[in-house]
């Protein structure tokens, strides 16, 4: 009976991988065999990551990011991004402005001036690619050029370099107004004046204890 019960265990959990697919894990943006190097796609960096597989062409959202854990980061939130829809480019970052093509350009600061403690970019392409990250380094802005390239990814055809769809923007440690807001609205007046008349009130508890 408990050998038939682990067979069934085994059996959905065959199903569960094959249905949703491996975990996915992280790799350097640095290898070998062959030798290769993207970290230095984008200035100013100071980790870049590559999800794995290499191919699975995974788009990326905000469970998946968190999930996978990227830079051993797990509560990271999403800004907005740069994209180059049906080849018309929008930005919706509240933190860059982004300047340039798919294949490379700028990303300049363009948030409040106490920025985020860690800030990530994450670039997608498509077939025979997948996510490559990279964290930032303050103060935030630089260049970056497509990290589609082959190596490390294989290419089809002849390709050597792949374009850019898009660059999402996440972000982690809130500012220093507590909220985690990276627009850097602070609180209205009338709320600072209730915290005023809280603290005091807890003042003159405390001397009548």
Request: one cysteine or more.
């Amino acid at each position: 009976m408990f050998h038939k019960k682990i067979v069934k265990v085994t059996a959905a959990c065959a199903i569960l991988f094959a249905t949703h697919g491996a975990f996915a894990a992280v790799q350097s943006c640095a290898g070998s065999s062959p030798t290769y190097d993207i970290s230095g796609k984008v200035s100013n960096t100071r980790g870049c990551e590559m999800l794995l597989p290499l191919n699975a062409n995974q788009n990326d959202n905000l469970s998946l990011i968190n999930s996978t854990a990227f830079f051993g980061i797990k509560d990271w939130k999403l800004d907005g991004k740069w994209d180059n829809l049906d080849k018309v480019a929008t930005d919706t970052s509240s933190l860059f402005n982004f300047t340039g093509g798919v294949t490379s350009g700028t990303y300049t600061y363009a948030g409040p001036a106490i920025a985020p403690g860690d800030v990530m970019l994450v670039f997608k392409d498509g077939e025979d690619t997948n996510l490559v990250a990279y964290l930032l380094k303050l103060p935030y802005g630089g260049t970056y050029s497509t990290p589609f390239t082959d190596p490390p990814f294989s290419l089809p055809g002849r390709s050597q370099v792949h374009d850019i769809s898009h660059i999402t923007v996440y972000y982690r440690n809130g500012l220093d107004d507590g909220s985690g807001d990276p627009t850097g609205n602070v609180p209205e007046p009338g709320s600072l004046a209730l915290v005023g008349l809280g603290l005091l009130g807890l003042g003159k508890l405390r001397r009548k204890a």
